[in-house]
């Protein structure tokens, strides 16, 4: 299982105004893409889907994900596990990736294995880098979240300063949102 860490912030501002931001600190974009996930679930967690929770959901949730980029479509069925601690931060995060040839094909395999969807999210991803750092924008209807993932010279507390410098306006000062827990809040009017 690959093991590494992010933060991901909920931007309390608009497009037009996150993007003079960015300009202003030497942001260029230099990736666009789509991303499709279906979120499955065994049908008896189902019962157990309550606003508290959610993020026990999520760590049994199988997604079968679809990466669209210009001339390429790459499918993937995806598991994510992530720890938290008592303020509900992330401290550890691991995923494991298996691709695959279709996605109806994996729908229906997990079907028979005893999922059903609970939820479908589609994500516009724009890449921006200033050389020091690459944000990645995440477009989720009209929400716009921001990604920023670990690596040898950012950590975490790199990662929350870096948006405090940019002044980026975000959310509850929350620096690990979960636009699956957005979206499943949503779909079930918690």
């Known amino acids: 299982m690959n093991s590494n860490n992010e933060i991901t912030v909920l931007v309390d501002i608009g497009l ?15 990736n666009e893409y789509i991303m499709k996930d279906i979120y499955l679930l065994k049908k008896e967690m189902f019962e157990s889907l309550e606003k508290n929770n959610i993020l026990t959901v999520l760590n049994s949730s199988i997604i079968i994900r679809s990466i669209i980029m210009k001339h390429k479509e790459f499918k993937f069925i995806t598991y994510k596990h992530k720890e938290y601690n008592s303020d509900l931060e ?49 477009q989720v209807g009209d929400k716009i979240l921001i990604e920023i993932e670990e690596n040898d010279k950012n950590k975490i507390a790199d990662l929350k300063k870096i948006v405090k410098e940019l002044n980026i306006p975000i959310k509850d000062d929350n620096y690990f949102v979960k636009k699956a827990e957005i979206v499943i809040k949503e779909k079930f009017d918690f």
């Open 16 to 30: 037009e105004e996150l993007l003079d931001i960015l300009k202003k600190h030497n942001f260029i974009k230099i």
């Open 90 to 138: 992330i401290i550890n995060q691991q995923k494991i990736e298996c691709e695959i040839k279709s996605i109806e094909e994996a729908k229906e395999l997990f079907a028979a294995l005893g999922y059903d969807e609970l939820i479908k999210i589609e994500t516009l991803l724009k890449i921006y880098s200033n050389n020091i750092v690459d944000l990645v924008l995440q």
